[in-house]
């Protein structure tokens, strides 16, 4: 507006003075100027206000913008606030659940500490050299007289120092006698015939700690897929036609004897197990054969 007005003025002004002169050319000229210029000044004017109505329209679009920025921000950092909150709790969780674990793993160490089992190695007096088998103690096999109708069917290791309670001598009684090796030549070699015919059996009770479970498999000198093989033998007893009974026991293929213990004193004999075809099916099994054995763990 202030650019209509001076302008106005200026050429009025000339527009006056011309007039005067009377040179109605440089009038027409110069009206004529004025309206190029009134026309250049509208289309400024014109472009002005669009450009002023640009600028609002991108003032508003910038303060949305910066709107929806805040808002954005705000609920970016809510939820990462959240999820800060949630790995914290989850870390709580996780620490916890490793002491969990953690204890869980150290009972089962003592489980497996305070579990295994047991067996007897007949005829040593060392354990096999097998993962995890530790020696209990050692010591001589006993058990009930071979004449005798009563006592006990099974042998025991003794251990060389016995623990005494309460006692008296006399009276009725159950006894324990040593047991000895009876005919045996064939089982472990003719040259060693002397040595175990009549001497004393020896024994071992053994403790393996990785495998709880044990058997005694007769007739066989490997043991089943998955068990460990303590040791193989030969399958031993009383004398058939002998008053008492024992039951079958598997001892070492190479056995040892009680030192001194050659006195034919008998008591609880061990004799080797043989095959009898009839009821027992013969083949697989042989007439008179000794019978094998191993003891197996798992």
Same mark, same amino acid.
């Given at each position: 507006m202030f650019c209509k007005v001076v302008c106005f003025s200026i050429f009025g002004s000339i527009f006056l003075s011309l007039a005067h002169s009377q040179d109605e050319d440089a009038i027409?000229? %110069?009206?004529?100027?004025? %309206?190029?210029?009134?026309?250049? $000044?509208? $289309?400024?004017?014109?472009?002005?206000?669009? /450009?002023?109505? *640009?600028?609002?329209? @991108?003032? $508003?679009?910038?303060?949305?913008?910066?709107?929806?920025?805040?808002? %954005? +921000?705000?609920?970016?950092? !809510?939820?990462?606030? &959240?999820?800060?909150? *949630?790995?914290?709790? &989850?870390?709580?969780?996780? !620490?916890?659940? =490793?002491?969990?674990?953690a204890m869980a793993e150290k009972e089962i160490q003592r489980l497996k500490d305070n579990s295994g089992t047991t067996f007897v190695h007949w005829g040593r007096t060392s354990c096999p050299g097998t993962p995890s088998t530790t020696l209990v103690y050692s010591g001589a096999v006993g058990g /009930?007289?071979? &004449?005798?109708?009563?006592?006990? @069917?099974?042998?025991?290791?003794?251990?060389p120092n016995p623990q005494w309670n309460k006692y008296g001598n006399g009276g009725l009684s159950s006894s324990m006698y040593g047991a000895e090796y009876e005919q045996v030549d064939n089982l472990f070699g003719k040259k060693n015939a002397a040595k175990f015919h009549d001497n004393d059996v020896v024994c071992a009770v053994c403790h393996v700690a990785s495998r709880s479970s044990q058997i005694m498999i007769p007739a066989r000198r490997q043991c089943q897929? =998955?068990? /460990?093989?303590?040791?193989? =033998?030969?399958?031993?007893?009383?004398?058939e036609g002998q008053g008492? +009974?024992?039951?079958? &026991?598997?001892?070492?293929?190479?056995?040892?004897?009680?030192?001194?213990s050659f006195e034919d004193k008998n008591g609880a004999l061990m004799y080797r197990v043989i095959a009898q075809c009839g009821s027992l099916q013969c083949p697989n099994y042989v007439q008179g054969r000794e019978l094998t054995c191993v003891v197996c763990t798992k």
């Open positions: 027409t000229k %110069l009206q004529n100027a004025v %309206l190029v210029l009134q026309h250049r $000044v509208s $289309v400024t004017e014109a472009q002005l206000e669009k /450009t002023q109505t *640009r600028l609002t329209q @991108a003032d $508003v679009k910038l303060q949305q913008a910066e709107m929806n920025a805040a808002t %954005l +921000k705000t609920q970016l950092t !809510s939820q990462l606030n &959240t999820a800060v909150k *949630r790995l914290q709790e &989850t870390g709580v969780a996780l !620490s916890k659940e =490793g002491a969990r674990i /009930t007289h071979y &004449t005798s109708q009563g006592g006990a @069917a099974d042998y025991v290791c003794l251990p897929s =998955g068990w /460990t093989k303590e040791y193989e =033998g030969y399958l031993m007893a009383t004398y008492g +009974k024992k039951l079958f &026991t598997c001892v070492d293929e190479n056995p040892e004897v009680a030192r001194g």
